[in-house]
């Protein structure tokens, strides 16, 4: 009961945030003149930033990479555990276009912040959604703004990580972009999937890897480019959870 109740409490923070925010992304967004919105979008990402702030119970750590430059664009990369992700990536003091998808663009409020954040949406019911999407992001990474994939696609329901999809990886090379990996661990205690009730406690971890160039390789290399980004990742949740790499990787049975 006492949970629920704080989770009440929390939402209702939220809520309010997200009331108040609209209207400062909409002047914001009304005199930004980037042709990537930067502004814009960086201003949305303090939304989540405050977020992950209103729960006194969310324990966060960030580590890592620090010398970024978020005008020399990147495509990052992060595993998927909740929806708590995103208002903990938020933290980090840079503006990337989320690839998302389509039906959180039609959420009230948060759904036309991100429009006018002009975040990517992926329609996963198309059978050309790659096409549009690689349009989108290759406008961005022109205009000097990263794209942010979740390579996994959908959240983990457990935990492990679930296999990764080849199109970040694709693109970084083709279009001769850095990979910059991103690893989270402790969300899934946050706000665990299909419930809208908040742990009690949760330590969250964010990671920012080092970059990995992508001038040296083909297109034929984009396999192993996603294989040793998905073990560098791998290799540190397993460091952090004390537990084998074959435990927390999904595709081994």
């Not at 949970?3 to 400062?24: A, C, D, Y």
């Not at 303090?46 to 702030?53: D, P, T, V, Y």
């Not at 992060?78 to 938020?90: E, F, G, R, T």
């Not at 935990?159 to 999809?165: E, T």
């Amino acid at each position: 009961m006492r949970e629920k109740l704080f989770s009440v409490l929390i939402w209702t923070g939220i809520s309010l945030l997200v009331i108040v925010w609209l209207p400062m992304v909409a002047a914001v967004r009304l005199f930004d003149r980037d042709p990537a919105r930067y502004r814009t979008g960086r201003f949305f990402r303090k939304l989540g930033n405050a977020i992950s702030r209103i729960n006194p119970n969310w324990k966060i750590t960030i580590e890592g990479w620090k010398q970024i430059d978020d005008r020399n664009p990147y495509i990052i990369v992060c595993n998927h555990l909740s929806n708590a992700d995103i208002p903990l990536i938020s933290n980090l003091p840079w503006e990337m276009k989320w690839v998302a998808k389509k039906e959180l663009f039609d959420v009230p409020l948060l759904g036309w912040m991100m429009k006018m954040a002009q975040d990517i949406s992926v329609d996963r019911s198309s059978s050309t959604k790659r096409i549009g999407v690689f349009k989108q992001c290759t406008y961005y990474l022109k205009h000097n703004c990263s794209v942010m994939f979740f390579p996994e696609g959908t959240r983990s329901r457990d935990g492990r990580m679930k296999k990764f999809s080849l199109g970040a990886f694709d693109l970084a090379i083709k279009k001769n972009i850095p990979i910059l990996p991103l690893v989270i661990d402790g969300t899934q205690d946050c706000l665990p999937k299909k419930t809208w009730v908040f742990t009690s406690e949760a330590y969250v971890n964010l990671k920012v890897m080092k970059p990995i160039p992508t001038d040296n390789l083909s297109q034929d290399d984009s396999i192993e480019l996603m294989k040793r980004v998905r073990s560098d990742m791998l290799a540190q949740l397993s460091e952090w959870r004390n537990q084998p790499v074959t435990s927390i990787d999904a595709t081994i049975r």
